[in-house]
Each structure stands twice: as C-alpha cells, then as structure tokens.
C-alpha cells in the first residue's frame, strides 16, 4: 500500500454595531435525489425479510454489548456473509435508545481516486429497510466552509463503503437518525488533517462515528492474523504516527498476496487525528475475525477488525450554551431567508416595508439577536451588512439587514428590480461577543473576529478564513488593516472579540 506521506463603517447608535462584511458562496444548486441501494442483493439480500433475518442472526452471534460510552465504532464494509459478524459486534456496542443528533459515516472511495472528500448532500440513502435521511443542511454547510468537502456527489453513487453500514444502524437503533456520508479520495495524511479539523467540533457524545474499513487484504489465513492484529494493535495506541509507521512496515514485511494491511486506511487516520492526545479517548478491541473464518479457501484471506473508541467522561458538545440559545431548525431558516427575500424585493420595487405576520414563528426567531445578511450576484459579492448588538428580534434585524446589505452597503451600488432573481441570499445569525485574552482562543473556520481600538474596529465572519485560505495570522492582519484600518500588526494591541455564525442560504435549503 502507498502512504502519501467588513474598511468598516462603524455606526454607533444605542449600542448597536452596524457593519459590512466580506463573504463567499460557493454552493451549486443541486435536483434533490435519493441515492439507491447499490450493491443490495450481492453485499446484503435485496429483500427486506431476508435481511432483516441475516441481521438478526449476525447480531446473535455478535459479542454483545459492554454498556460503555462508545462515541465511534470502526466496522468492515465486505460482504455480510463474511463480515457481518463482527460489523454487528462493532454496532452491538453502541446504545440502542440512544438519539443521536447525527452519525457520521466515514470510509475512503473504492471506486474513485479524487482530491479531498465527498459529502452526499443531494438527497437521502436508501437501503431495503427504508431511507436513511442525510442531514443536507448540514453537509452543505461543512461544503461551504471547506473546499476540501466541495466534489462531486457522484463519487457516492456506485461505491458499496457507506451502504452496507446503513443496514446496522437501521436494525440496530430504535430511534431515526440523521447520517452525515462523507467518502474521503485520495492518499494523503494533510488531507486526512484536515478533514479531522472541520469535523472535532461535532465529535462528542450527542453524536457517533461510524469508520468503515476492512483490514488485509488476500494473504493466506496465517499471515492475515498476524498483520491484523499489528495493524489493530497500532490503532488501540490511538496515534496516527504509530499507525503510518505500521503500515509502512507492514508493506515492508514483504508477505505474498498482502495488497494492503488497512483498506480505508484514511478514514481510520481521519478519525485517530481526532483522538490522539486525549486521554479520555479509549479504543477497545472487540472482535476479529476474516474470509477464512467462511470459506474454505485459506489461501486467499480478508481481514475484519472490530474496533470502538469509548469515553472515560461524555464528551460535550463545543456549542456553548449562549451558542445554543440561538439554535435554528430547518423551518426557522426558511422562515429567516423568505422574510430577506420578501423584504428586497417589496422595498427595491416600492419602498415600502410591510409588517411581518409572526404567526408559527418558534421563540428562537423572536429572540433579540445580532445577524448579517449577505447577497451574491452570481458567485460574487453583492451587498453585506449585519448588527451584532441589537434590541430587536432576530427577525426584525434580518428584516432590516436585508434593506441595508441590498441598498446600503457603501462598496456596492443599491440592488435593482432587474438583478433581485440573480441574487442569493445568506445569513449568518451570530453569537454574542466574546473578549479573548490569547488568539489561541481563535479557532478558523469556527470563530468570526471583531478587533476594535478606540473608534476604529472591524470584523471577519468566520467563513471568510476559510474561503480565503487565510492562515490564522493572515486573518488577523487582514481584519486590522483592511476592514479597522489598524495595520497589518495592529491587532497585537487592540482588543479582539469572538463570536460563532449559524450559516444557511438559499441555496444550501430546501424551499
């Protein structure tokens, strides 16, 4: 196996922060549709009795559950019949009543070689037991935030890797769940970095990761238990060096047949780069087994390790309670985006600007609260202004954010009639400021920035770092000399403030 090694305006009136900001969107309008079964009938039966019967038998035979808090599970991705077992061992561990708030689903592509990873956002995943729905809003976010996520959703179609997990968590759990498919391409560990990066926000107790990998690949049978269990012991160290080292001296070993010593071996570093150093972090061996455990042939083997990463501690959710405070359900956003778009249009045509009928409107949107609202002209920046404090409701500010960002946005001229059904809208609901003693506190692609000295200040929401490329240093530069006109260095004396985004555009929702 190869190893690769907003110049701010700033208006101050009753404490209110009105401010432009700078922001891409790179999401493409994609026809919702379903992603089918395909490997059902040759991987699993194709009928839903038949398979809920080779489940039943897999998970009786499966070592049962340790009644630990088990917060990511690796799992093979072969064929039940000769997987299936230890799979079932693997998702035996995990609670059956537990809800999650999401699953993530990992494995790395067995049918395409690609730059970065894909995320399925075009629809749900469908399997004989039914659809597994995918959390769209989401996936798309995290492809908004990362250009690493941003390939094709086809790369998803034809690949077996995330389709025979989806079985076990159906037969298993007896709550729905919302899954999170991600198919990694490639052989690089700063990608797999990367990856582990955009996802540590969300690895805690409230939601599961699911690492589907199958081991050796076509030594005989001896030899195969011989370099699992190196293979598997390098893992239970939960250092990603330790486990490249052993694979590189796995190839190394010079045993016949042996074509890899970790499929998926990305997805299993992925998750180890969100474990290493944490001493509240335990893997735990469960169950091997191989080919050869099935059929007759020895000669020719395919290894299974069962692996699951348990907790001394739950781990909680990075959201701070102020964060969640200010949490959004799909209908919430829809409601934010039409009272945008309504707005623009009604107030560019007529000026004029209507009452909102707040009826059905949940208590989140009524809350008072700080947002932006962001317009984009064909992939390029139109209008963008926001308030971080405010006395209103949240949806009165998006209400008059939108009239500013689309007629007040000194950068830009105002939005015409002609042009509102080329824009597309996005807002950015944020959280209350934080002042940071340490830019350590600063984490990209998280925290947006706002660097105030005197009267001078500015601010960056927290996608711009990460559709600029800008390193950490670069963000703060830029923010203190273009947007609070401080200088490149003239954040290092100035205050600087944090503050997180729920993000979601037009594009990015359901209508």
């Not at 839903?48 to 599970?73: G, Q, R």
């Not at 962001?374 to 998006?398: A, M, N, S, V």
Request: net charge neutral; proline share 3%; charged share 25%.
């Amino acid at each position: 196996m190869k190893i690769l090694n907003l110049n701010i305006i700033l208006i101050m009136a009753t404490f209110s922060l009105f401010n432009n900001c700078s922001s891409q969107n790179n999401n493409s309008n994609k026809q919702l549709i379903n992603r089918k079964p395909a490997v059902a009938g040759q991987f699993y039966p194709e009928d839903k009795n038949k398979l809920e019967t080779m489940l039943k038998e897999c998970f009786s035979k499966a070592v049962k559950n340790s009644n630990k808090n088990v917060i990511a599970i690796i799992s093979p991705h072969a064929g039940y019949v000769y997987s299936g077992i230890v799979a079932a061992s693997s998702y035996n561990q995990i609670d059956t009543n537990k809800q999650y708030k999401h699953i993530f689903v990992i494995a790395t592509s067995h049918s395409a070689y690609f730059s970065g990873a894909s995320i399925y956002s075009s629809g749900n995943y469908v399997t004989p037991l039914g659809e597994v729905e995918v959390d769209t809003t989401l996936a798309e976010e995290l492809k908004r935030k990362y250009d690493f996520f941003r390939t094709s959703d086809d790369y998803h179609i034809n690949d077996h890797v995330i389709e025979v997990q989806l079985p076990f968590l159906q037969y298993k759990l007896k709550s729905k769940f919302k899954i999170i498919p991600i198919i990694i391409g490639g052989e690089s560990k700063e990608n797999c970095k990367k990856i582990a990066s955009a996802l540590i926000p969300y690895f805690n107790s409230d939601n599961l990761f699911v690492i589907s990998a199958d081991f050796s690949h076509y030594p005989k049978n001896d030899d195969a238990v011989k370099v699992d269990k190196l293979t598997r012991e390098a893992i239970l160290k939960n250092s990603p060096d330790t486990l490249l080292k052993t694979l590189n001296s796995n190839s190394k070993i010079k045993i016949n047949n042996l074509s890899t010593s970790l499929c998926s071996w990305t997805s299993v570093l992925t998750l180890l780069y969100m474990t290493e150093n944490n001493s509240n972090i335990i893997p735990e061996f469960i169950e091997y087994q191989n080919s050869g455990n099935v059929s007759a042939d020895l000669s020719r083997v395919v290894g299974y390790n069962s692996i699951v990463f348990t907790t001394k501690i739950p781990i909680k959710s990075e959201i701070s309670k102020s964060d969640e405070s200010f949490y959004l359900d799909n209908a919430d956003k829809i409601n934010l985006l039409k009272i945008a778009r309504t707005t623009i249009e009604q107030y560019i045509k007529t000026k004029k600007v209507s009452d909102i009928d707040t009826t059905g409107f949940s208590e989140n949107i009524k809350k008072n609260c700080g947002a932006f609202v962001t317009l984009h002209e064909y992939g390029q920046l139109r209008g963008c202004i926001g308030q971080f404090i405010t006395d209103k409701p949240l949806y009165k500010t998006i209400q008059e954010m939108a009239i500013s960002s689309s007629t007040k946005d000194y950068r830009f001229l105002p939005v015409k009639a002609d042009e509102i059904n080329e824009i597309e809208i996005e807002i950015s609901v944020l959280s209350p400021l934080k002042l940071i003693k340490s830019i350590d506190e600063i984490e990209i692609g998280k925290h947006g920035i706002y660097i105030k000295k005197g009267y001078a200040s500015g601010t960056f929401l927290p996608q711009v770092a990460t559709e600029t490329g800008w390193t950490k240093e670069q963000f703060l530069g830029h923010c203190s000399q273009d947007k609070a006109g401080l200088g490149w260095d003239g954040w290092k004396d100035a205050d600087i403030y944090i503050y997180t985004a729920n993000i979601f555009s037009e594009k990015g929702l359901k209508k």
